[in-house]
């Protein structure tokens, strides 16, 4: 017994071998269900290396090596830890403009390599160094306009697809005290 094609071509349904109905009660106890057709999948990867700090041409060059591995395995997507570009900890080349400037160029050209060595359908998601240019934002934590933030983007199609800091939330003491993290 196999269902009709629940995409209306009629075609039937390819069957996952390793998902099966339960056996009793179903009078087809040995009919396969359609998993592998019906539930949309994706494969993650997670990339935990050791980037050089300061080393921004030689960490960019290690993104693109395991974003080949990782999807020549599958990945649909490809995590890196945070400020794998500039390496971790920054420490005070996180206060050089020059140093926040180049770590943002390296980003876009990340992106653009990503999609010359032909994974521009691969998500990649990266930290880096940048500066938080939100005035409003940056009034209200205290900090002053451009300051230095940690930050994490999303590469795909040859460009940066979005952007945004993670540790802007983690800033944000009063919200942090409302959930119980002081």
Known sequence: FRPPAADGTGRPLAFHDGHRRP???CPHAE???PY????????????????TVGALEANADLVVRLAVHTAGKGAHLV?????????????????????????????????GRLQAEGLGDLAVV????????????????GRPKGSPQNAVAVLHG?????E??????????PLLRRHGLD
């Open 36 to 51: 592998a057709r019906t539930v949309p999948q994706i494969r993650l990867a997670l990339a935990q290396v050791d980037s």
């Open 126 to 141: 990266v930290g880096y160094l940048d500066r938080d240019e939100d005035a409003a934002h940056t009034e209200r934590l």
């Open 79 to 111: 995590a890196f830890p945070e400020m794998v570009l500039t390496g971790y900890p920054v420490e005070d080349l996180a206060l050089r403009r020059s140093f926040v400037e180049a770590s943002r160029r390296a980003l876009d050209s990340l992106a």
């Open 158 to 162: 040859g460009r940066v697809v979005a």
């Open 164 to 173: 945004g800091s993670p540790s802007s939330i983690l800033d944000d003491r």
């Open 31 to 33: 009919q396969r269900t």
């Open 23 to 25: 056996t009793g009660a």
